[in-house]
């Protein structure tokens, strides 16, 4: 039998019996392994088999004579370094099912000589020898062995595809981020929407649910399809049926009811979010999985945005009457329920191509981890157990509770100005109109500067572009804040301030290079340290942390806000009224003591600007930390951010 027969048999026999091949293909590991020495280091095989007098399949490796020990000891040598070569080069999902060892009890070569227990000796440095791995990885002159590597093009539509699902998670999180404050700021009170808020806490705790994700699935169906083909479906159909009750409960400004509804679907997409990022894992090649954080910047900035600035311009009335219409109407083209309407259709779609989708074999579908000695699998209980206790292991990893410390804090200097800054502007009566069309021509700068930055980020080491962008960002918080202070009153269009609306438009487009480019880095380095063994669960567990560094502080920057706000009663007259006003807008506006005698509460000095400029500092100070410790948070080797499943990092 040839050489390509051998290893062809031993392949077939590895794919029949996953779970039994150490010892039903133990015949054809003897065969195939000389064919793959010969052929990855022939001069080392020849010159063993010329020593021993033996052909190689009545050679005994733990019987080869004294006389030969050199000749073993360099063909150790030279196995050996194929087999780091091929690790390197291998894609880890293809070879995951068959990692078929010659039978050296998973000892090196030369060990094989030595008498003991067959039990592998990691204080000697011994390794395993993948016959499969070095047959389809390994390289030497005189073979062509190695598996090609994909181009970027063959990745194209896996790309494309993750683009998609990360655009339907950016949906609901636009609308309730984004859209929803501005609709919400003419009719409540910041502290109220702090407290619609609310709503996107699911996507910072989803780590609660993140191993149950990652383990309870159906093989047939596929892994990541089991959750996200219903998860998606249960979207579409809460977006079609409560569409009409969202615009209801917007007009009467039922914060309780919206926060709600919105909490719903990003539970959902939170749910989705686990489940693509696994994928993300295995539906890109190993030597592409790092463009994973750049389809999630594209797909993520494309919902988001399209759901805050697009649909914000849509829904304006004054903007649609004088750009879009020839006969004005009362409110704008698209409203709340038409919007969620048609996202309910597009979920609906795109879910029924993924049906059609096949999946493929996921990293761990051939993990012998999961399975006892007798070839059984382990309870679905214990599955979620252990990923629980796993994920404990990682968290209590001194390099990831660093990381996990930064993740938290970063956003601390430029909340309060990013997030609150466009309310402040409609509140000085800036119209919605503006601001819309602004926002509408800030959208495509905004989609090339996600693609530069995402290149940037993914082609250079991560926290370089990271550290930059984060500086930038700060300074464009601290004039963005300036910039609020000094527009003018009621600014009802573009042409009547140009320059101002042009600041404005400038410092927008910076802001979102410098925030895609950081989370782009953030994402690309996630990617690479993460642990695929764990499948979602470690990159879920990171982004968790860093949307709570997002979603915590809000409720109580915007509280401040309010507190730090001090109102005086102006008299009809144009005098001061020693009246007492409340913090609150809506209660300022309604009725009170100042009103009641026909004064008006007047904001004497705004806690925007205070939180705001208090925040940069903290975020500078912060700032000096972050440069010295990334570098070398980014220096450490893979080991350092894996945990095994005994508590030792791996």
């Not at 440095?125 to 389809?136: A, M, Q, R, T, V």
């Not at 090609?148 to 595809?161: A, C, F, H, S, Y």
């Not at 592409?288 to 797909?299: E, F, L, M, N």
């Not at 903007?319 to 006969?327: A, D, M």
Request: with cysteine.
């Amino acid at each position: 039998m040839s050489c390509e027969r051998k290893l062809e048999a031993l392949r077939d026999c590895a794919r029949k019996h996953p779970r039994d091949h150490k010892t039903i293909c133990k015949h054809l590991h003897v065969a195939a392994g000389f064919c793959v020495f010969g052929q990855l280091c022939p001069e080392e095989v020849d010159g063993l088999l010329e020593c021993s007098g033996r052909g190689s399949q009545g050679l005994n490796l733990r019987s080869v004579p004294a006389r030969c020990q050199k000749y073993l000891d360099r063909l150790d040598g030279c196995i050996q370094g194929h087999q780091e070569a091929a690790q390197e080069r291998a894609d880890r999902i293809f070879f995951s099912s068959c990692f078929l060892f010659f039978p050296t009890g998973g000892r090196s070569i030369s060990a094989m000589t030595r008498s003991g227990p067959r039990t592998p000796n990691k204080q000697n440095g011994e390794k395993k020898i993948d016959i499969l791995k070095l047959s389809n990885g390994g390289s030497h002159e005189g073979g062509n062995h190695a598996k090609p590597q994909k181009g970027i093009r063959d990745e194209l539509g896996n790309m494309v595809l993750l683009v998609v699902l990360y655009c339907l998670q950016g949906v609901p999180m636009g609308l309730s981020s984004g859209a929803m404050p501005f609709l919400l700021q003419a009719r409540t009170s910041y502290t109220n929407i702090g407290l619609f808020s609310l709503a996107s806490y699911p996507y910072s705790f989803k780590l609660l649910w993140s191993p149950i994700v990652d383990s309870v699935y159906s093989r047939s169906f596929g892994r990541r399809k089991t959750w996200i083909v219903p998860i998606q479906l249960m979207s579409a159909l809460i977006m079609i049926t409560f569409a009409d009750h969202a615009e209801a409960t917007l007009k009467r400004a039922d914060v309780f009811g919206l926060t709600l509804l919105f909490a719903v679907l990003i539970l959902l997409a939170a749910t989705q979010d686990i489940a693509v990022d696994g994928w993300a894992l295995t539906l890109l090649s190993k030597e592409h999985v790092g463009y994973a954080s750049t389809c999630q910047t594209i797909g993520m900035n494309i919902g988001y945005f399209t759901s805050f600035t697009v649909f914000l311009a849509l829904n304006d009335r004054e903007f649609c009457n004088k750009h879009l219409r020839v006969q004005p109407a009362g409110e704008g083209i698209v409203t709340l329920a038409s919007y969620l309407r048609f996202w309910g259709w597009v979920y609906a779609l795109v879910t029924a191509f993924l049906l059609w989708k096949r999946e493929g074999k996921s990293e761990d579908d051939w993990d012998m981890s999961n399975s006892s000695t007798n070839g059984k699998k382990k309870p679905k209980t214990t599955e979620i157990y252990n990923a629980y206790m796993q994920l404990w292991r990682v968290v209590r990893l001194p390099s990831v509770r660093q990381f996990a410390l930064i993740l938290v804090t970063y956003r601390l200097g430029v909340l309060a100005a990013e997030s609150a800054t466009p309310l402040k502007l409609l509140e000085k009566g800036v119209s919605k109109e503006a601001l819309a069309g602004l926002v509408l021509l800030e959208f495509p700068m905004e989609l090339v500067s996600a693609l530069l930055a995402g290149r940037w980020a993914a082609t250079s080491t991560p926290f370089t572009p990271w550290i930059f962008g984060y500086h930038i960002r700060l300074v464009m918080a601290a004039l963005v804040t300036y910039l609020a202070y000094l527009f003018p009153p009621g600014a009802s269009n573009l042409s009547e301030h140009p320059a101002e609306f042009l600041v404005l438009a400038l410092f927008g487009v910076v802001t979102s290079f410098t925030a895609t480019l950081m989370f782009t880095a953030q994402g690309s380095f996630c990617n690479k340290i993460s642990d695929p063994d764990m499948g979602g669960a470690y990159l879920t567990l990171l982004n968790t942390i860093a949307n709570m560094g997002f979603l915590l502080p809000k409720v109580l920057i915007y509280w401040l806000m309010d507190v730090l706000t001090v109102r005086h009663c102006l008299a009809p007259t144009g005098e001061m009224w020693d009246f007492q006003c409340p913090t609150k807008k809506e209660l300022a506006l309604g009725p009170n003591a100042c009103t009641e005698m026909g004064g008006e509460c007047i904001v004497a000095s705004d806690g925007f600007y205070k939180i705001s400029y208090c925040m940069v500092l903290i975020g500078f100070v912060l700032g000096q930390s972050f440069w010295r410790t990334l570098p070398r948070l980014q220096a450490l080797p893979a080991r350092m951010w894996h945990a095994k499943r005994g508590g030792k990092s791996s």
